[in-house]
């Protein structure tokens, strides 16, 4: 009995201590092998859906999932940098989707495209080493100028929990004790629709108050993989 | 560490536990209750909804008008305050259809089915088409109201449209969704605490399986009624709509003809219909045909019956075309075709709506026009579900073309839309997005002279278009290829 309280206190101070689960990445084969070499890229407008969770019940938190999807473009954007792509999101602004409604319709369109297809991608994650998805061509619709070689969908999923809950937490084991976020980044041809990069990784703590401290770490590991641009 | 308790005290325990769950169960499950305090008397329909015996929608007419005022506590403002942020969101993520005079033409209708007097505390009314293939409503707590384009798209006339908003202005005025989302949170409040109990009660010995039980019942409970509003603020919602329609210059009849057509089902699909599933839609279209009065209390003539329909289908023509293309995007391919013949039907000389057709024909692929025998059965249904989860939508694709049904199937819809996009060009050369879905057809058909020059016709005619720089590599992979 003394073995197993220890065994199982020892257990809690290890998830308490670990801040975020191991990172997987997948490399489409024309990317492993280096037959692209992607310079430029469009970051798509993330889609994040943050939910507070107390003890009353769900509630959404749409402004603190719209930071934390503005933060997450910065961070991949600078990371995207460190590998001497050039990444921008400037064409999805807001000021720039007013100008042409129809671009906004297409945005919506794809990112819906990408979200039927994403249960299925994060399910056979392996598969994008065998080049198996793609969202078609019709995603160069979002490139009408032709100036990127990639297009980068984020995706992030998460609950941030109320005191009240993380204290149900310690009397429920298995119902959780921190807030936690699940994030996915996919890299696609910008002319192809191949989905050419794929991470996914999860970390849990204050990413809702300090997003850049929390996630600017595992972006980068996500993409530790992921080639850098070499020059033409 | 062990700790012995005695049985008198276990007992008592268990007692104190099953009194507190079904006080707070008893609070949490009754419809209308909950922190939207009403200082004015229920009013007469809603009575009649009680004592649940149908009645005409005319005795209706006198209840009283004005709604009662609210006290708003901080769960209600901080949902009103999520409405309003949703209302940005939508717009901010294109899922909102813009359209002027589609707008001021829901306006209209919408204003119409919205009862005399000023709005109730809190609420502006706002009526907007959210992008949506499928066939769906939804108010939120601030006034707005959304109706999908699959909605627009497949009702048949205005007085249907009416019923529709009437029925979302309902939920509003009578402050559903506060009494729904009270109700959501006791229950979920209940359950984590029955969990606990039920947790830390073997450490005590003798409870465990009573105190899970009852935790099991609460989720049962929750689940059932969780499934959007419950059946009661449904038939309080219809209630009202169909006194609104005899009040105004609208059938009452529509709502319930409205309801008929979202039983439609092409896609044989697993999601659940309007308002929930299939059974629950035949239930209301029940209730109501009782509560509707045995003869027509204000007769319409056949014109103007025709000019409501001719209307509504004039103003909603464009949004239908968009919805199937919408369609096409989900790959729902025979809702979009019978949505496109419906189009052509009303209005045969129109180009565009040819060409719709022609898309879902092209785009239909290796499926057969109709489902039929083991398809629309629920295991079929099933079946078709994994198959489409299972793999990307060109595997699935591709493994239908390698049966022979599939590429019969493919052969006869290839001829169909080739026969419909040649219509369209009759029609109207200078219809581009024929030209582009006629060229990718002769793509995939082999005939890559004719594929080229529909594809440059295309860059002529739209040379801004945003597929400019697609089109523009197809048609360089073709000239590869000469």
């Keep these: ?232 | 560490m062990k700790l012995r308790r005695s049985a008198h005290a276990n007992r008592a325990r268990v007692l104190i536990l099953s009194i507190c769950y079904t006080f707070v169960m008893h609070t949490a499950a009754l419809p209308g209750r909950g922190v939207v305090n009403r200082t004015a008397p229920a009013k007469p329909f809603a009575q009649a909804r009680l004592n649940n015996a149908p009645s005409s929608a005319l005795a209706l007419v006198q209840a009283d008008e004005k709604t009662a005022p609210v006290t708003f506590n901080s769960d209600d403002l901080a949902l009103l305050e999520q409405a309003a942020l949703f209302d940005q969101q939508l717009e901010k993520k294109g899922l909102v259809y813009n359209d002027e005079r589609l707008n001021a033409y829901l306006e209209e209708v919408g204003q119409k089915a919205v009862p005399a007097g000023p709005p109730p505390e809190r609420v502006r009314w706002r009526f907007r088409v959210l992008r949506d293939p499928f066939a769906n409503a939804l108010a939120l707590p601030n006034g707005s109201v959304y109706v999908t384009t699959g909605l627009l798209a497949l009702l048949m006339n205005e007085s249907q449209l009416a019923g529709v908003l009437a029925h979302e202005i309902a939920h509003v005025r009578e402050r559903h969704i506060f009494t729904q989302y009270r109700s959501k949170q006791k229950k979920e409040l209940v359950i984590k605490l029955l969990n606990v109990a039920a947790t830390w009660s073997s450490a005590f010995g003798g409870v465990g399986s009573a105190i899970s039980l009852l935790a099991d019942t609460a989720q049962a409970v929750l689940v059932v009624t969780m499934s959007g509003y419950s059946s009661e603020l449904e038939r309080e919602a219809d209630t009202f709509a169909l006194r609104r329609l005899s009040e105004t210059n609208y059938e009452p009849k529509e709502l319930v003809s409205g309801l008929r057509l979202l039983t439609l089902d092409y896609e044989a699909e697993l999601v659940p219909l309007y308002y929930g599933d299939p059974v629950k839609l035949r239930d209301r279209i029940n209730y109501l045909n009782r509560l509707l009065p045995a003869g027509s209390t204000k007769p319409v003539s056949k014109e103007a019956r025709a000019i409501n329909r001719l209307r509504y289908l004039t103003m909603t023509e464009g949004v239908a075309r968009h919805n199937v293309r919408l369609n096409l995007n989900e790959e729902r391919f025979r809702t979009a075709l019978a949505l496109s013949q419906k189009l052509v039907n009303f209005n045969p000389a129109s180009s565009e709506n040819i060409f719709c057709l022609a898309e879902s024909y092209r785009l239909l692929g290796p499926r057969p026009i109709e489902l039929s025998g083991e398809a629309l059965t629920l295991k079929g249904r099933k079946r078709s579900r994994k198959q489409k989860q299972g793999a990307p939508p060109d595997e699935v694709e591709g493994q239908m073309m390698s049966t022979p049904e599939g590429e019969a199937a493919w052969k006869t819809n290839q001829a169909n839309a080739e026969e419909q996009y040649r219509k369209a060009l009759e029609l109207d050369r200078k219809n581009a997005g024929a030209h582009r879905g006629f060229g990718y057809l002769l793509e995939k058909t082999q005939r890559y002279q004719e594929a080229l020059e529909h594809y440059r016709e295309y860059l002529k005619l739209a040379p801004d278009e945003l597929d400019r720089t697609l089109i523009r590599r197809r048609i360089e992979n073709l000239e590869k290829r000469r």
């Design chain 1, 1 to 232: 009995m003394k073995a197993r309280n220890f065994s199982l206190l020892l257990l809690i101070l290890l998830s308490a201590v670990a801040q975020s689960s191991p990172r997987a990445q997948y490399l489409h084969p024309r990317l492993r092998s280096r037959e692209v070499n992607l310079r430029t890229a469009l970051i798509l407008p993330p889609v994040v859906s943050i939910q507070r969770e107390g003890m009353k019940g769900a509630t959404s938190m749409i402004r603190e999932s719209e930071e934390v999807g503005a933060g997450l473009s910065e961070i991949v954007s600078a990371a995207l940098r460190e590998k001497q792509i050039s990444a921008t999101s400037e064409p999805f602004s807001a000021a720039a989707l007013s100008e042409t409604g129809e671009l906004k319709y297409v945005l919506a369109d794809i990112q819906k495209r990408y979200d039927r297809l994403e249960p299925l991608l994060l399910k056979k994650a392996k598969d994008v080493g065998n080049g198996r998805f793609s969202l078609g061509d019709e995603v160069a619709k979002l490139d009408a100028n032709d100036s990127a070689d990639a297009l980068v969908f984020i995706r992030a999923s998460g609950t941030k929990l109320t005191t009240g809950k993380k204290l149900y937490g310690i009397f429920v084991p298995g119902s959780g004790l921190w807030s936690r976020l699940s994030v996915s980044l996919a890299i696609v041809d910008s002319k192809t629709g191949d989905i050419l990069f794929l991470a996914k990784f999860k970390v849990k703590g204050k990413f809702v108050e300090q997003p850049q401290q929390v996630l600017a770490q595992s972006v980068r590991k996500a993409l530790q993989e992921f080639p850098a641009a070499t020059l033409p």
